[in-house]
């Protein structure tokens, strides 16, 4: 059973325009959620996470929005880039040390 | 930049073969863990550890096993490779030692194809 769900699984988003991702989960344990950032041939790199006691969380052009009612975050990359085109994986785990679980990933491609 | 590295990163073997994927980290993190990635698929934990002598499957059943002899070292090891099997894996770690310290850094991944 899939833990976090994660949508679109691919996105194709003009240079300057927003790039949006989301995520669902439904485990109410969960309170650390991470964003990962995968290029081609390359593990994923952290990228920006939050926790559920603050609804937004911003690190230079990336936005975490976070709704815990409606137990679903997302990812907001504003003024997208061609070098932001990779796969972005969301994830949740309930800490201390417990297991990461990830979304399906989606594929970002901005173009010129 | 995380210093963990895998080797090798591609790999093509014939079925009935053992295989031992290599992962390696010097950050000197006690957790670390062994996923496997598929083309639109979310990254599934096969294995962890939390220390030396501590490993545990993870929620995928995995026909893999792996050992923790060396805090740095944690290999993942095939005993008889199968199409099945064919896959990415990737190796991360993470200090785990709190929130900030609940990154997982991962490494390139191994790239596995059994014929």
């Known amino acids: 059973q899939q833990q976090v769900k994660q949508s679109p699984q691919s996105l194709i988003v003009q240079k300057g325009g927003i790039s949006i991702i989301n995520c669902a989960y439904e485990?109410?344990?969960?309170?650390?959620f991470p964003w990962y950032q995968q290029f081609p041939g390359k593990g994923p790199a952290l990228l920006i996470a939050i926790r559920p006691d603050v609804s937004e969380k911003k690190e230079g052009r990336f936005t975490i929005s976070f709704n815990k009612s409606a137990k679903q975050f997302s990812l907001h990359i504003m003024d997208s880039q061609p070098g932001d085109s990779a796969t972005y994986f969301c994830a949740a785990s309930s800490l201390p040390g417990n297991q990461f679980y990830f979304g399906t990933g989606t594929s970002l491609t901005v173009i010129p | 930049e995380a210093d963990i590295y895998q080797t090798p990163r591609y790999l093509v073997i014939g079925t009935g073969k053992k295989i031992t994927l290599e992962c390696s980290q010097t950050m000197g993190h006690d957790k670390m863990y062994w996923y496997q990635q598929d083309p639109g698929m979310e990254l599934h934990l096969i294995h962890y550890s939390y220390g030396v002598n501590s490993t545990e499957k993870g929620d995928l059943s995995s026909e893999s096993t792996v050992s923790r002899i060396r805090t740095e070292h944690f290999p993942l090891t095939l005993e008889s490779a199968r199409p099945s099997h064919t896959s990415q894996y990737l190796c991360a770690s993470s200090e785990g030692l709190g929130l900030e310290q609940e990154t997982q850094y991962f490494g390139p991944g191994t790239r596995l194809l059994v014929l």
């Open positions: 485990n109410t344990a969960f309170d650390y």
